[in-house]
């Protein structure tokens, strides 16, 4: 078993509707990055989150430690929105990320 | 200010040479890691460097990898006798400081850099 799991592995929308990405872990961690790549582009830090919930534009990201997982939501979703989502995490006492294997989302106008 | 760098931003080269891959970093920051995303495996992490302390190399695939970090800023990751398994994109990021400074720190990634070994 993945020590971070993701979940859907692939999800289509349609333009303007609410999306919702799944992450669970099974390490004790330092804090929850979700990261955001588009086809052919770099990776881009989108949160790191250790408690609590994060906002920023129409990204909203959430962690509960107790059930060790974490959601990232997209309101009002939009074409530009596609790319492939990546959950990981710094397990605790080190940085380097163990990450998921990505949810790729695709929006349509 | 300028993000990370990689380069060269592609290299293909044949089976059994040795490649170098470049990594500059944001200037300022202490960490420095390399992970390697391809399609089988997915993200996974290489190798960091934080500060003056020894590596964290748990990540290294085998001893044909190998890497450096000159005067704190630049990094060299080194592949020898390459192998088609190699081929992956290699990605580099760079951060204020590792939890070993007692705290956590957003990474930025720069473009990586595409081998393919044929």
Same mark, same amino acid.
């Given at each position: 078993?993945?020590?971070?799991?993701?979940?859907?592995?692939?999800?289509?929308?349609?333009?303007?509707?609410?999306?919702?990405?799944?992450?669970? $872990?099974?390490?004790? #961690?330092?804090?929850?990055?979700?990261?955001?790549?588009?086809?052919?582009?770099?990776?881009?830090?989108?949160?790191?989150?250790?408690?609590?919930?994060?906002?920023?534009?129409?990204?909203?990201?959430? #962690?509960? #430690?107790?059930?060790?997982?974490?959601?990232?939501?997209?309101?009002?979703?939009?074409?530009?929105?596609?790319?492939? $989502?990546?959950?990981?995490?710094?397990? $605790?006492?080190?940085?380097?990320? #163990?990450?998921?294997?990505?949810?790729?989302?695709?929006?349509?106008? | 200010? !300028?993000?990370?760098? @990689?380069?060269?931003? %592609?290299?293909?080269?044949?089976?059994?040479?040795?490649?170098?891959?470049?990594?500059?970093?944001?200037?300022?920051?202490?960490?420095? &890691?390399? &992970? /390697?995303?391809?399609?089988? @495996?997915?993200?996974?992490?290489?190798?960091?460097?934080?500060? %003056?302390?020894?590596?964290?190399?748990? =990540?290294?695939?085998?001893? /044909?990898?190998?890497?450096? /970090?000159? =005067? =704190?800023?630049?990094?060299?990751?080194?592949?020898? /006798?390459?192998?088609?398994?190699?081929?992956?994109?290699?990605?580099? !990021?760079?951060?204020?400081? !590792?939890?070993?400074?007692?705290?956590? %720190?957003?990474?930025?990634?720069?473009?990586?850099?595409?081998?393919?070994?044929?």
């Amino acid at each position: 078993k993945n020590e971070v799991e993701q979940s859907p592995q692939n999800l289509t929308a349609q333009e303007g509707e609410f999306i919702t990405i799944n992450c669970s $872990y099974s390490v004790g #961690i330092s804090a929850l990055h979700w990261l955001q790549q588009h086809p052919g582009g770099g990776i881009v830090s989108l949160f790191m989150l250790s408690s609590g919930k994060k906002k920023h534009g129409r990204l909203i990201a959430t #962690i509960n #430690i107790q059930e060790k997982h974490s959601s990232l939501h997209i309101t009002a979703s939009h074409p530009r929105d596609s790319a492939v $989502y990546i959950c990981a995490v710094s397990s $605790y006492n080190t940085d380097k990320l #163990i990450f998921g294997t990505g949810t790729r989302l695709q929006v349509f106008p | 200010g !300028a993000g990370v760098s @990689q380069s060269p931003s %592609n290299k293909v080269t044949e089976k059994g040479k040795d490649v170098e891959l470049r990594c500059d970093p944001i200037s300022g920051h202490t960490a420095l &890691y390399w &992970y /390697r995303q391809s399609l089988g @495996q997915g993200l996974e992490f290489l190798i960091y460097f934080q500060g %003056n302390s020894a590596p964290d190399k748990s =990540g290294l695939p085998s001893d /044909r990898f190998s890497a450096e /970090r000159t =005067g =704190g800023s630049v990094s060299t990751l080194t592949i020898q /006798r390459t192998q088609q398994e190699d081929s992956a994109v290699y990605l580099c !990021a760079s951060s204020l400081g !590792a939890w070993t400074s007692g705290f956590t %720190n957003t990474q930025y990634f720069g473009p990586g850099t595409r081998l393919t070994v044929l």
